[in-house]
């Protein structure tokens, strides 16, 4: 049975929740993060945990797959704790915030465990998330502490 890579477009607050909740427990290295300034264009590759495979029992294997988080309109790119020498420490994903601003831009903000965030301030929410290639097995299925 082959699945299909998922691909997701966000273009409201709700929505990006929708992508921000299917990237949980992904990671991405520094070196995989683009600001194509030119373009107005954000891109960053993670690998992406499939949690919706593991819900639905689809594979009895804990799987991930490559997939790249693009902002479009993009108006400036601001980062925290993110370490652009070291572009092979990984980075594990946590949440998207978004807030509106009071010039009616927006604030999203990709927030990585250890305090680490990238702040990306943009005219509209246009963003998407596209599963490139093959998914792959991992041993590890990612576990959260509870408070």
Known sequence: MSMKNLKLIARTEEDLRVVSAHLQDSIAVPGD??????????????????WEDVEKGVF?????????????NVI???SKNINQVN???????????T??????????KIVFAGDS??????????VTL?????PWDTKNMPKHKLI
């Open 99 to 108: 807030n509106k601003m009071p010039d009616n831009n927006y604030e999203m």
């Open 130 to 134: 596209d599963d490139q290639g093959e």
């Open 87 to 97: 572009k092979d420490k990984f980075l594990d994903f946590l949440t998207i915030e």
């Open 33 to 50: 993060i683009a600001n194509l300034e030119k373009n107005k264009i954000f891109l960053m590759q993670l690998n992406r945990f499939m």
């Open 60 to 72: 009895r294997k804990n799987k991930r797959i490559r997939t790249v988080l693009k902002f479009e």
């Open 117 to 126: 965030i990238v702040r990306i301030i943009s005219e509209v929410i246009e």
């Open 76 to 78: 400036k790119v601001y």
